[in-house]
Structure formats: structure tokens, C-alpha cells
């Protein structure tokens, strides 16, 4: 069964910056959304940013001018997060939708921001 495989994760400090990635173990067809969510200890997951197949993307008020997602011609999909803060700290999930309504989830990935 084909999976998303997120990396990049870890500990940085406030104000700095870390890139996500996250690519497929194998081929999915007609994914038409890649989005990037976030879930921090007693929250809801919540979204943080996506990207359409057309290259158009939105973003959480809060991340907006932090964090850019983008995606190459593989189809693998980044968060580049800038600025960090300590609120960002959470396990973060990458999530991609097909024109044939399959959804797709990543494992997480563990994002810290501490001094």
C-alpha cells in the first residue's frame, strides 16, 4: 500500500527556520491537493497549508508570511517554516487528495521549538 513519507522534523530554535518534505512510496494518481496539517498535545489537528495542482496555495493566519509550501514536478511537497515560534512546536502531517477521493496521510513528523 503506497504511503507518505514525511522528514525533516526536529528540534530548532525560536527564530529559525526547517523545510518539511514529504514524497510517496509509490505512484498516486490525480492528486489534486497536498496540504500540510499540524497537531500539538491536547489540540485538534488543524491545517497549516495547501497547495492545488494548479500551483495556488493557502495558508493558516498564522503562518501567513512564515511558511511556504511548495511542491516539484515529483511530487514531492515542502514546508519551508521561517521564524519559528515556540507555538509552532506540534507533530506535523502532510495530507494529499485524489480527483478520485482517496486521501492520503503521512506518519508525522516532529516539529520542536525551544531554546
Known amino acids: 500500500q503506497v504511503q507518505l513519507v514525511e522528514s525533516g522534523g526536529g528540534l530548532v530554535q525560536p527564530g529559525g527556520s526547517l523545510r518539511l518534505s514529504c514524497a510517496a512510496s509509490?505512484?498516486?494518481?490525480?492528486?489534486?491537493?497536498m496540504g500540510w496539517y499540524r497537531q500539538a498535545p491536547g489540540t485538534q489537528r488543524e491545517l497549516v497549508a495547501v497547495?492545488?495542482?494548479?500551483?495556488?496555495t493557502n495558508y493558516a493566519d498564522s503562518v501567513k508570511g512564515r511558511f511556504t509550501i511548495s511542491k516539484d514536478t515529483k511530487n514531492t511537497v515542502y514546508l519551508q517554516m521561517n521564524s519559528v515560534k515556540p507555538e509552532d512546536t506540534a507533530v506535523y502531517y502532510c495530507?494529499?487528495?485524489?480527483?478520485?477521493?482517496?486521501?492520503?496521510w503521512g506518519q508525522g513528523t516532529q516539529v520542536t521549538v525551544s531554546s
Open positions: 495530507n494529499w487528495v485524489t480527483l478520485f477521493g482517496r486521501n492520503f
Open positions: 509509490g505512484t498516486i494518481s490525480g492528486v489534486i491537493v
Open positions: 497547495i492545488n495542482s494548479g500551483g495556488s
